[in-house]
Each structure stands twice: as structure tokens, then as C-alpha cells.
């Protein structure tokens, strides 16, 4: 008995960690940010011009001009918050070891539930969590000299990014789907307010148009859940367990089935707002290009996965009762609709920032076609893809926003010669070096584990049947189309010499390790899954793969 009892106790601490401490971290920076007294910010003078332009480009995305290096004095508690992300690496690694060749812990009479998903994921969202709030001292040093932030804006950010790791934990941890509903929800209301971060008007309007946008989707998705819930009562399962996540895969084939079809279409088209894809992506360029570059790439490299994540688990509900045809014709017609919007404004597309948002957009389309073959080829190379795609796209928005600090621009067309404006010290790239390296990884190139997932995804679903071939085939056209947009405009801003007025930047030291570390990872999981090899297989049978 007191074996069981520590044991239970030791799996609600490693369920309830990666949620409970990035709250507690973000309750005391929001605490030591409302005591602290609001400083002036001070504009540098040779650089007021520059701040105070009224006119031009949008306001938030001018930096400030090249000229003399400031003196960065890091924020005190900047370097604090890698204790959440190496929180939420060692829970899941830990809980990986324990589920890592199927079945679960549960822990708060199965309020939350950790199974080999729970542990991929988690592993994610630290994994993209460590290489952001790694980045981020340099880059808010570099935003507080340049007069962008003061010390207690500095403070509510960090209390914000806690706040949206603990909400996307709990959405990851949850059994309950209620309470997924609500960590999704929660995880819009923090972001919206670091999405206008610097509250210049371009990003006010982003962030309006993020909270309209994503909150119809949201409404959308909680209409759905109503609806499995109401199922859920009419056959015959309790209360208290209606919205249970493993009892509704264990009684599906019980729920009607023209509630659960209308409720499982609500709830695609509710979370995919929150995961980029079609019809309610629009929110996406605009939050992405205007958020803080580590916001950015927590948004871009974490959160559409695990909204999309919330689609795996509502798939094999509905799998088990309406059969697989449903969720596949959704899901392939909603993939299909993003990718061929993707890589439409991906040629079009004149803005760095933005081009990396769009390329998400295609990213998260892929996955959902992976998701719509089902097979457990499909589902083990979605669930690498998503771990691929938010190392990658973490690396590349952190990068962008050095490059945005160095140039004063996100013009592609007014940033030229990167790779010999911005040299590496001694053995760490520069971040237009770390930028070029996260485009080729998010081209899928080997030996970056993007090129394994593709050619995962692609090989599952020539082998599925003629009608997914020629949808498999109709894929990979438009993803060619989108690879020769990102290389030629990523080509533009990295080779070729550099303006005359450009000049060499200081030490990069400590805003390349995350980058390095980033791109490290995602090289490794190309060449060899190694250890995670069996958690990853465990995890596409819990979402289907069998």
C-alpha cells in the first residue's frame, strides 16, 4: 500500500508540474511587475527619428537604424524562466519512460492523464519553450535599448509566456475536454495581449484580429463539444465522466451519430482556427509577423500543434463512431484548401516574417493530411513532423527577429547580404546563418527530420489507395510550389553582398545557443529517433495507428 500511494503521488507531481509551475512562475513575475515602479523609457537620441515615425512601414516593424551598438543590460529575471521549460522537458521525459510502450498514469480521479501523446508533446512544447525563453533575454535587452519595452512591460511579458506554457500543458496533460476547451481558450486571451506587446497600432490590430477571429473558432469548437457532450448523456454515461476523454473512445459506437458528426465538423473547424488551417487562418501572418520574435515562435513552433493535437484526440472518438471516411474527407478537403492558400501567398509574399507564417500555414496542412491517411506509417510521421516543425520554425522567427533588429526591415526585397553583414564569432553561427539553416531544415532537406516526416506522409498515402494517391500527388505539387517560393526569397536576403552601410554586429554568444541547440535536435531526430523511437510508435497507436 505505501508503494501505491507514493506511486500515485510521484505521477500526480509529474502531471500536474509542467502546468502548476509556469502558473506560479508567472504569478510572481506578474506580482514583482505590479510592485515595481514604471520607469521612463528612454529613446536613444541618435535613434528618436526612427522610433517616432509616424508614417512609412508599420510602426512595429521598424527597428531601430544601424548605427552604434547599445549597452544591453539583461532584464534580472530574464534568465528565470528556463526553469518552466526544463519543468516541462523532465516531466515529460519522465512520464515518456513511464508510457513509452503503451498505457497511461492518471492522477485527480482522471481529471488528468498522461499517455505516449501527452509525453510527445510535452516534450515539444519544452523543447520549443527552452530555444525561446532562451532567445528572449538578448532580444527584449535589444528591445529595451532601442526604446520598444521598459523594465515592467519587460515583467508582464514574462508573466504572459509562463501564463501561455501552463495553458498549453494543461491542454496537453487534461483527459477532460472541457478543460481542453479551456486551455485552448485560455491560451488565446494570453497571447492576444503579447501579441500587441509593444501597443503600436499594427499590433493592437493584429491583436484584435487574432481575439475576433480565434474566438469565433473557439465558439465554434465549444458548440461542438456541447454537442458529444449531449451524445455523450444520451448513451447512458454519466455525468461526470460525459466529457472523459478514454470513456467516449471506450463507448463511441454508443454516441448518435448525426450529433457526433456535427459535433466532430464544429470541432475541426473550431481548434484548425486555432492551428492555421482554412477557413478561419487569417489571423495567423498578422499575429505571427507582429508578436515578439520568441512569441512568435512558441505560437507558430508549439501552439498550432497542440490545437491540432485536440483534433487527434476528437479523431478516434469519431473513428470509433462514424467510421474513418468522415474525419478523412474533412480532413484531407481542409489540408488541400491550406496548402494550395499557402503556397499561393507564399509567391506573393514580400514580408520575412510573414512568408515564415505562411509557411506554417503549410506545414499544419501537411499534418493534417498525414492525420487524414490515418495509417500508422501517416500518424508516426505527423507526430515527427510536428516536433520537427517547431524546433525548426522556433529557430527561424527568433532568428528573424535579430534580423529585424540588425536591418530596421522585414522588406525582403531591402535585406541583402545577411551571411557577410552578420559573421559568426568562434564556433556559434550568426543568426542569419541559423536563419538560412531553419529554412533549408523547414524545405525538408536531410538531414533535418522534416525530410524523414514528408517522406513518411507521402509514402503512407501513395500506399493508401488510388483516391489518397492522387490527393498524395495534388499535395506534393503545391508543396513544390511553395519550396521554390521560400528558397528564392530566403536566397535574396542571405547572399549577395552586403549594402555599403552595413556593418558587422557584435557577439551573438548568447542569442545563437538556442538556435544552435534548436537546429541540433532537429538534425538529430532526422538521422535517429533513437530512445524516442518507441514512445513515438506508442503514441500514433493512441491516436489510431494501429
Not at 519544452?126 to 532580444?139: D, T
Not at 487562418?281 to 505560437?299: E, K
Not at 488510388?466 to 508543396?479: I, Y
Request: hydrophobic fraction near 60%.
Amino acid at each position: 500500500m505505501p508503494h501505491l500511494a507514493a506511486g500515485a503521488t510521484s505521477s500526480a507531481l509529474l502531471l500536474a508540474a509542467p502546468a502548476v509551475v509556469p502558473l506560479v512562475a508567472a504569478g510572481m513575475y506578474a506580482l514583482i511587475g505590479l510592485r515595481a515602479s514604471p520607469p521612463v523609457a528612454v529613446v536613444p537620441p541618435a535613434r528618436r527619428a526612427v522610433a517616432a515615425l509616424p508614417a512609412g512601414e508599420a510602426p512595429v516593424l521598424v527597428a531601430e537604424a544601424p548605427g552604434p551598438e547599445p549597452v544591453v543590460v539583461r532584464h534580472p529575471g530574464a534568465w528565470a524562466t528556463l526553469v518552466s521549460p526544463a519543468v516541462i522537458l523532465v516531466c515529460g521525459g519522465l512520464l515518456a519512460a513511464a508510457v513509452r510502450y503503451g498505457g497511461a498514469l492518471s492522477a485527480y480521479s482522471g481529471l488528468l492523464r498522461a499517455d505516449a501523446l501527452t509525453a510527445w508533446m510535452l516534450l515539444v512544447v519544452g523543447a520549443v519553450a527552452l530555444i525561446s525563453c532562451g532567445f528572449a533575454p538578448a532580444y527584449m535587452a535589444g528591445e529595451q535599448a532601442a526604446g520598444r519595452a521598459t523594465d515592467q512591460s519587460l515583467w508582464h511579458y514574462h508573466a504572459l509566456v509562463q501564463a501561455f506554457l501552463a495553458a498549453m500543458c494543461l491542454a496537453v496533460v487534461t483527459a477532460n475536454l472541457g478543460v481542453l476547451w479551456v486551455a485552448v481558450e485560455a491560451t488565446t486571451i494570453v497571447t492576444a495581449f503579447l501579441v500587441g506587446h509593444r501597443r503600436t497600432r499594427t499590433s493592437v490590430e493584429a491583436a484584435w484580429k487574432y481575439v475576433v477571429i480565434c474566438s469565433a473558432g473557439i465558439a465554434l469548437a465549444f458548440l461542438g463539444t456541447v454537442l458529444i457532450y449531449y451524445a455523450a448523456r444520451q448513451a447512458g454515461i454519466a455525468e461526470a465522466w460525459a466529457l472523459d476523454w478514454p470513456t467516449l473512445v471506450a463507448r463511441a459506437d454508443r454516441l448518435d451519430p448525426a450529433v457526433t458528426r456535427l459535433g466532430i465538423t464544429l470541432i475541426v473547424l473550431g481548434f484548425g482556427a486555432k492551428a492555421g488551417l482554412v477557413p478561419l487562418h487569417a489571423w495567423l501572418p498578422d499575429a505571427h509577423s507582429q508578436a515578439p520574435a520568441p512569441v512568435s515562435a512558441l505560437m507558430s513552433g508549439v501552439l498550432l500543434s497542440v490545437a491540432f493535437a485536440a483534433i487527434l484526440r476528437y479523431r478516434v472518438i469519431a473513428n470509433a463512431a462514424l467510421g474513418v471516411d468522415f474525419t478523412r474527407v474533412l480532413l484531407t478537403g481542409i489540408a488541400l484548401l491550406t496548402l494550395a492558400l499557402a503556397a499561393g501567398l507564399l509567391l506573393a509574399q514580400r514580408d520575412y516574417k510573414r512568408m515564415l507564417a505562411y509557411s506554417s500555414m503549410e506545414h499544419m496542412s501537411l499534418i493534417a493530411l498525414g492525420t487524414a491517411i490515418g495509417s500508422p506509417l501517416a500518424l508516426s510521421a505527423v507526430l515527427l513532423h510536428i516536433a520537427g516543425h517547431g524546433l525548426a520554425k522556433s529557430v527561424a522567427f527568433c532568428a528573424s527577429g535579430r534580423i529585424l533588429q540588425l536591418t530596421g526591415t522585414v522588406r525582403i526585397g531591402r535585406v541583402r547580404g545577411l551571411l557577410t553583414r552578420a559573421p559568426a564569432p568562434a564556433g556559434a553561427p550568426a543568426p542569419a546563418g541559423a536563419f538560412g539553416l531553419a529554412v533549408v531544415a523547414l524545405l525538408a532537406f536531410p538531414p533535418f527530420s522534416l525530410f524523414a516526416s514528408e517522406l513518411g506522409i507521402a509514402r503512407a498515402g501513395f500506399a493508401a489507395g488510388t483516391g489518397l494517391g492522387w490527393v498524395t500527388a495534388a499535395a506534393l505539387l503545391l508543396v513544390l510550389i511553395a519550396f521554390a517560393a521560400l528558397a528564392a526569397r530566403t536566397a535574396r536576403m542571405l547572399l549577395g553582398p552586403a549594402p555599403a552601410e552595413a556593418r558587422p554586429t557584435g557577439s551573438e554568444t548568447t542569442t545563437v545557443w538556442p538556435l544552435a541547440l534548436g537546429l541540433a535536435a532537429c538534425a538529430a531526430l532526422g538521422m535517429a529517433t533513437g530512445p524516442l523511437t518507441d514512445l513515438l510508435h506508442a503514441a500514433a497507436q493512441a491516436i489510431g495507428g494501429h
